[in-house]
C-alpha cells in the first residue's frame, strides 16, 4: 500500500508473521472458550460421588428431624424433638463419654508408641531390621477379622493373653467381659491395629529432617536425649499432629472392632455413639432416633477435626 505525501512515498505492508500471529490468538480463544470434554469427563465420577454422599448426609439430617420409625406409615417434621430427647436421656451423654475415652486414650498411646517405633526404625539395630517387614501387617487385616481374632485372644477361660499373663504369674484378667476392664481392652486393640499408621507418618519425617542439623547439635554439645526433645520433636511435630487428625476422625467414627468384640458391652461401657446410632436405628427400629445420634456424632467429630487442624497449622508455622 502506497501513500503519497509530500515528502515522498511510504510503503505500508503487514508482515506474514504478524498475520500468523493475529491468526493463532484468535485460534487459541476459541479453544479456550471451547468446553473441554475429556476433563469432564475424567472428573465426573469423582463429582457423583461427592454429589451421592453430600445427599445422603443432608438426607440423613432430615430423617432426624422427623419421626421416622420402622411401621409408621406417615412421616411427621418434629424439628430438634430427637435430639431434645436424646438430652434427657443418661444413655446418650454415656454414649458421648465413652466416645471421647476411646478416641482421645488411642490417639494418644498410637501416638506415644507409633513415635517410640519410629525412632526405632531410623536406627540399624536388629530388632528394627526384624520389625520394618511386619509392622504394616495390622493396618492390612480387615477391622472385624481384628474383632473377632482379638475376641478369641481375650477370652477369659481359654484365651491366649490370660495364658500368657499366668507364665508371668499374674492373674486371670477379665478383658472385654468386665466392665471396668472393657474400655481399656478396645483401646489396646485399637492401638495394635493402628499404632503402624503413626509408625510410618513419624518415620517419613525423621528421614525427612537434614542430618546437618543434628551435626550441628552434637558439635555444640547435645546429648541424643536432648538432640531428640530441641531438634527432632519441633521438627516431626506436624507430622504427628497430622497423623493424629487422621486417626481422630476414624476413632470418633469407630464401629467395626467395638460392634464386633463388645458390641456396647458389658451393659453400656463401651456403647459409643456410632453403636448406639446402630443399635437405636437397626435393632429398636428407631430411625430418626438413630440418625440424630450419628448427626451429634458428626458434630464431634467437626469440632474435633477442627481443633486439631488449627493446632497443627499453629505447630507448622512456629517450625517453619
Do not use: C
Not at 499432629?241 to 486417626?247: E, P, S, W
Amino acid at each position: 500500500m502506497d501513500i503519497r505525501g509530500s515528502d515522498g512515498i511510504v510503503t505500508l505492508q503487514p508482515s506474514a508473521s504478524q498475520l500468523a500471529s493475529s491468526k493463532d490468538k484468535a485460534v487459541r480463544s476459541a479453544e479456550e472458550r471451547r468446553l473441554d470434554w475429556w476433563s469432564i469427563a475424567a472428573i465426573a465420577p469423582a463429582i457423583i460421588v461427592l454429589l451421592g454422599f453430600l445427599f445422603l448426609f443432608f438426607y440423613g439430617v432430615f430423617q432426624s428431624l422427623t419421626d421416622l420409625k420402622f411401621g409408621r406409615p406417615l412421616v411427621h417434621f418434629i424439628g430438634l424433638s430427637n435430639y431434645a430427647a436424646l438430652i434427657k436421656t443418661g444413655d446418650f451423654w454415656n454414649s458421648i463419654r465413652a466416645t471421647l475415652v476411646y478416641a482421645g486414650s488411642a490417639v494418644l498411646a498410637e501416638a506415644v508408641f507409633g513415635l517410640a517405633l519410629a525412632k526405632l526404625f531410623a536406627t540399624e539395630v536388629f530388632l528394627a531390621r526384624v520389625m520394618r517387614p511386619v509392622i504394616l501387617l495390622p493396618l492390612v487385616l480387615p477391622p472385624m477379622s481384628v474383632a473377632l481374632m482379638w475376641t478369641t485372644m481375650m477370652d477369659p477361660q481359654s484365651g491366649i493373653m490370660n495364658y500368657l499373663l499366668s507364665l508371668a504369674g499374674i492373674n486371670r484378667f477379665a478383658w472385654i467381659s468386665d466392665p471396668n476392664t472393657a474400655m481399656f481392652s478396645l483401646v489396646l486393640i485399637d492401638v495394635w491395629t493402628y499404632t503402624p499408621f503413626f509408625t510410618l507418618i513419624i518415620f517419613a519425617g525423621l528421614q525427612g529432617i537434614n542430618e546437618e542439623v543434628r551435626e550441628a547439635a552434637r558439635v555444640n554439645g547435645a546429648k541424643g536425649w536432648a538432640t531428640f526433645l530441641h531438634i527432632e520433636l519441633p521438627l516431626i511435630a506436624p507430622y504427628i499432629l497430622i497423623a493424629a487428625v487422621f486417626r481422630l476422625i476414624e476413632s470418633l467414627n469407630q464401629f467395626d472392632i467395638i460392634f464386633g468384640t463388645t458390641q456396647g458391652g458389658p451393659g453400656n461401657s463401651t456403647s459409643v455413639l456410632s453403636v448406639r446410632a446402630y443399635i437405636t436405628a437397626f435393632q429398636n427400629l428407631a430411625f430418626a432416633r438413630g440418625a440424630a445420634l450419628m448427626v451429634v456424632n458428626w458434630m464431634i467429630v467437626l469440632i474435633g477435626t477442627f481443633a486439631m487442624v488449627k493446632l497443627w497449622r499453629f505447630v507448622r508455622q512456629r517450625v517453619s
